[in-house]
Structures are given as structure tokens and as C-alpha cells.
């Protein structure tokens, strides 16, 4: 199973973001979180920073979108170029619509769950996507705990990917460390966001090499 490193750069240096995204090259993507202060009580970034940082990255965007009225706004983030980009079931609409819409302009399409949504209405529609996003904190700020009882979630997805063929990606955002990403991943999850973990550390790309070697020792178990 192949192990991706998201780092999140809501917990990077917001005046220096183009230094900052240059810090990660050893990373798979850079995950962006943006937040309209609506569906999340937080404010981040919009369309225009998210243009520019695809602008300035080596390596691509992974759009992670915690908006209202989702459905109209998630296909404007496909169209700036981000490689991924995912939103949250509970803002949605129409889920299929919009991952379809993102698709036709060019992204993979993610899905996020909140902790407390169940993935049982989702899981006949997963072909729709090419990710889903099990939130293991409550969204809308960085540096909150890992929460362990998501985990079934995680397995449940796993589980039912094992007869789709498709090479959908299970990601976990919120609380991930050296110390509990092998929890993640032991439950199914290929695909890691860690802010605080990586932009927090003295040595960035140690940082994202440890999270790495620990997710593939849990996969290897």
C-alpha cells in the first residue's frame, strides 16, 4: 500500500507561504485548508491564495474545502489546478454532482466525513471518488487530539474498498503524529495530513520521513 504525506500549511508560516510550501518537497502533496468562517469557525484561504500557492508548489495541491454551499464553489478550485479536490458530505447538496463536476475539470474528487457522520449512506457511492477524508478531529483548527473512536470508520471504508478496484484513497486529517498515525494506517488509512507535526518540528523533512517510515511499519504488521 502506498503511503502519502500530506503536511497541512495551517500550521505554517502565513506571511511566508511560498518558503513554507518550498520546505515540504519530500511530501506527496501540500494540503490546503480553506475555511469560510460558515460551515467551520475558522477563516483560512480562499481561491486567490490558492491559485498563487499553485503557482509557487513543486508538489501538488491537495484542496481540502471546509465551505458552505459547496456545491457551487468546490469545481472553481478544479479549475485553478489543484490535483485533489475534496468536500465535506455535510455541506453538500448533491455529493455525486459535485465529485462529478470536479472530475470534468480535471481533479480527483474527495470526499470528507466530520466525526460524527456515518460513511454507511456513502459507501455504494464510492466510485463517485477518488479519496475519502475520515476527519479524526472536529474540523476547523490545527493542533487538536487524534481522535482514536473514528477508527471503525476508517475499517469500514477499508473494508468495502476491498472489492472496488479502483485505487481510492483513504485519508485522515486532524491529530496526526509519529505516535498515532500507526493507528491510522493500521485501520486502512493511506494517505496522512499532519500539520503541526511536520511545521512544528526543528527538521521538516525528517519530520515527514518519520511519519512515513511509521505508516509503512504499521502497513507491513
Not at 102 to 124: D, F
Not at 187 to 196: I, P
Amino acid at each position: 500500500m502506498t503511503v502519502r504525506i500530506h503536511p497541512s500549511i495551517l500550521s505554517a508560516d502565513f506571511v511566508n507561504l511560498e518558503r513554507e510550501v518550498g520546505r515540504i518537497t519530500a511530501a506527496d502533496a501540500v494540503h490546503v485548508d480553506v475555511m469560510d468562517n460558515h460551515f467551520v469557525p475558522n477563516l483560512t484561504f480562499g481561491p486567490q491564495m490558492v491559485e498563487r500557492l499553485q503557482a509557487v508548489s513543486s508538489i501538488p495541491l491537495d484542496v481540502h474545502l471546509m465551505i458552505a454551499d459547496v456545491d457551487r464553489w468546490a469545481p472553481g478550485y478544479a479549475e485553478l489546478g489543484a490535483e485533489c479536490v475534496t468536500f465535506h458530505a455535510e455541506a453538500a447538496a448533491d455529493v455525486v454532482a459535485t465529485a462529478r463536476a470536479l472530475r470534468e475539470r480535471g481533479s480527483l474528487a474527495g470526499l470528507a466525513l466530520k466525526p460524527g457522520t456515518p460513511v454507511e449512506p456513502y459507501l455504494e457511492l464510492l466510485p463517485e471518488f477518488d479519496q475519502v477524508l475520515v476527519m479524526t478531529v472536529e474540523p476547523g483548527f490545527g493542533g487538536q487530539s487524534f481522535m482514536a473512536e473514528t477508527m471503525p470508520k476508517l475499517r469500514s471504508l477499508r473494508a468495502a474498498l476491498r472489492s472496488d478496484e479502483r485505487s481510492i484513497r483513504l485519508q485522515v486529517d486532524g491529530g496526526i503524529t509519529v505516535d498515532t498515525i500507526g493507528i491510522a494506517a493500521e485501520a486502512g488509512a493511506d494517505t496522512f495530513v499532519a500539520g503541526s507535526s511536520v511545521y512544528g518540528a526543528d527538521d521538516v523533512e525528517a519530520a515527514i520521513a518519520g511519519l512515513r517510515a511509521a505508516a509503512i511499519a504499521a502497513h507491513a504488521h
